[in-house]
C-alpha cells in the first residue's frame, strides 16, 4: 500500500467528499454495535458473583475510559501533523476531537462514581487512575478553552497544538507522579491481551463490541465536527468576500 | 542577555513593578488557613508542608501574566524578538527574572512563614531545598503558560486554567519531599524527581515557549 496517497485526504473537498460517503455507514455501524453491544452486556450476561448487577456499568465505564485517553493521543498525532505538514484538516480533526475527549472523560468519571458508590462505599477516593483522569479532564478543558479563546484560526491552531505536545508530556508525567503519590484502590488492568487474569469470555465479548461501538461513533462524531468546521470557515471566507466586492 | 536580565529587575523593583507582591500574597494565604481549619497546633504541623507549597504555587501563579503582558503591550517585546538575541534565551532570561523576583523572595521567607505554621523542627531544611528546587520550575512553566496567552485580553483565568494542570507534578514531588522531610523520613526519592523535573522543564520548555511567542509575535 502506498501510504503518500494518504495525504490526499489533506485536501478539504477530497476529505470531504470521501468522508461524507463514508459517514451514514460509520453511523449504522456505530449504533448497531452500541446497541448489540449494550443490550449484550445488560441483558444477557449473568451478574457477577460478588457485585451482582453493577458489574454491569463496565459497559460504559471501560469504552469511555479507553476512548479519552486514545482521543488525546489522536489529538496528539494530528497536532504534530499540523506541526509539521500544516494541513488545515488535521488542526481541524484535532479540535473536533478535544470536547468529545472530554465529554468521554466525564463518563468516565461518572460511571466510576456511580459503580463505586455501592462497591468501595465512596463516590471519590483519591486514588492515582481517578486522580489522573480528572488531570485529563482539567487538560482538556485548557485545550477547549485555549481554542476558543484567539481569533486568527492559524494562529489558534498553532498555540493548541504546542499546547498539545506540551500537555502530554505532562499528562504522562502527572500520570505516574500521581502513582508515587497515592496508592489506589482501583483495580489493575481486566483486559489486557496477554495476562491470565483477565475478565471470563462472556463479559469479554459484550465489551468488546460496546468498544468498537465507541469507536465507530467518535468516528462518526469527528468526521462530522471536521466537515462542519470546514463548511463554517468557507462561510465565512464567502461572507468575507462579499462584503469586499 | 544579562542587560534583559537587569532591565527586568529593575522594571520589577521599581514602585508598581509588583516586587514583594508575591511574598504578600504567601503571607496572606498562611494567615488566613488557621481561620479555615482552626487554630491546633497539631492539625496546622500536619498540613504545614502542603500549605506552604500550595501557597508558593498561587503566589508565583499571581505574577505570571506580568512576565510578559507589559513588554507586549507597550511593543517591547517586539522589539526584543528582532533584536540579534535568540528567542529561548529572551524567555529563559524573562522566566530567570520571574524566579528571582518571585521564587527566590518565596524560598527565602518560607522558614518564617513554616513557624507560623508551627512546622516541625526537623521539616525546615527539607522545605526550604524542596522550594529552592521546585520554583524555577513554576517559573518556567508559567512563562510557557504567558507565552501561549499574551495575545490575548484578560488573558489571566485561562492562563491559570493552562498552567495548574502543568504544576501538577512539580506539587506533588515538592509537597511530598517536605512532608517526608516534616515527618523525618527520607527525602531522597522526591527530591531527585523534583530536581529532575526542574532541570528537564528549565532544558527543554524555553523552546516551547520561544515557539508559540514567535506564533503570537507573527
Redesign the interface.
Same mark, same amino acid.
Given at each position: 500500500m502506498n501510504l503518500n496517497a494518504l495525504w490526499e485526504y489533506a485536501n478539504p473537498l477530497k476529505f470531504m467528499r470521501t468522508t461524507e460517503r463514508a459517514l451514514p455507514y460509520f453511523w449504522v455501524a456505530a449504533v448497531v454495535c452500541l446497541v448489540v453491544g449494550l443490550v449484550w452486556g445488560f441483558f444477557f450476561t449473568p451478574d457477577d458473583f460478588r457485585q451482582g448487577s453493577t458489574v454491569k456499568i463496565f459497559y460504559l465505564h471501560v469504552p469511555s475510559a479507553m476512548m479519552a485517553i486514545n482521543i488525546w493521543v489522536m489529538m496528539l498525532i494530528t497536532s504534530l501533523v499540523w506541526i509539521v505538514r500544516r494541513h488545515h484538516v488535521s488542526a481541524l480533526a484535532a479540535r473536533a476531537a478535544a470536547p468529545i475527549g472530554a465529554v468521554m472523560t466525564v463518563i468516565a468519571l461518572a460511571t466510576g462514581a456511580i459503580w463505586g458508590q455501592p462497591m468501595w462505599g465512596t463516590w471519590w477516593a483519591w486514588d492515582p487512575r481517578l486522580t489522573s483522569f480528572l488531570i485529563l479532564f482539567l487538560f482538556y478543558l485548557g485545550y477547549i478553552a485555549l481554542w476558543e479563546a484567539i481569533e486568527n484560526d492559524d494562529t489558534a491552531a498553532d498555540l493548541t497544538a504546542v499546547l498539545c505536545l506540551v500537555g502530554s508530556v505532562f499528562a504522562l508525567l502527572s500520570r505516574y507522579a500521581v502513582n508515587f503519590w497515592n496508592q489506589g484502590l482501583h483495580q489493575g488492568a481486566s483486559l489486557s491481551l496477554d495476562k491470565k487474569e483477565n475478565v471470563a469470555d462472556v463479559f469479554w465479548f459484550p465489551a468488546l463490541v460496546s468498544i468498537a461501538g465507541f469507536v465507530l461513533l467518535f468516528i462518526a462524531l469527528v468526521i462530522l465536527r471536521t466537515n462542519t468546521e470546514i463548511r463554517a470557515r468557507r462561510m465565512r471566507a464567502l461572507l468575507a468576500r462579499e462584503r469586499l466586492g | 542577555m544579562i542587560a534583559l536580565l537587569m532591565r527586568d529587575l529593575r522594571l520589577a523593583m521599581r514602585a508598581g513593578g509588583g516586587f514583594g507582591l508575591g511574598l504578600a500574597f504567601f503571607l496572606i494565604v498562611v494567615t488566613l488557613v488557621p481561620f479555615g481549619v482552626g487554630p491546633e497546633t497539631g492539625l496546622l504541623a500536619r498540613i504545614a508542608p502542603g500549605i506552604l507549597w500550595l501557597g508558593a504555587l498561587l503566589a508565583c501563579l499571581l505574577s505570571l501574566d506580568r512576565i510578559l503582558a507589559l513588554d507586549w503591550e507597550d511593543g517591547s517585546l517586539d522589539l526584543l524578538a528582532t533584536s540579534p538575541l535568540p528567542l529561548e534565551g529572551i524567555v529563559t532570561m524573562k522566566a530567570l527574572a520571574h524566579w528571582i523576583t518571585t521564587g527566590l523572595p518565596l524560598v527565602i521567607a518560607s522558614p518564617l512563614f513554616a513557624v507560623l505554621m508551627s512546622l516541625p523542627g526537623a521539616g525546615y531544611a527539607p522545605l526550604v531545598l524542596s522550594l529552592l528546587l521546585g520554583t524555577p520550575a513554576l517559573s518556567v512553566i508559567g512563562t #510557557?503558560g504567558a507565552a *501561549? /496567552?499574551v &495575545? +490575548?485580553k484578560r &488573558?489571566g483565568l *485561562?492562563l491559570s %486554567? *493552562?498552567v495548574? !494542570? *502543568?504544576y501538577? !507534578?512539580t506539587l +506533588? #514531588?515538592g509537597a511530598?519531599m517536605a512532608r517526608r522531610g516534616a515527618e523525618g523520613a527520607d527525602t531522597t /526519592? !522526591?527530591m531527585l524527581?523534583l530536581a529532575g +523535573?526542574s532541570a528537564g522543564v528549565i532544558a527543554l %520548555?524555553p523552546f $516551547?515557549s520561544a $515557539?508559540?511567542l514567535r506564533?503570537?509575535l507573527?
Open positions: - | #510557557f *501561549l /496567552t &495575545g +490575548i &488573558g *485561562l %486554567l *493552562l495548574l !494542570p *502543568l501538577v !507534578p +506533588i #514531588f511530598e /526519592t !522526591p524527581m +523535573i %520548555l $516551547a $515557539a508559540v506564533v503570537n507573527r
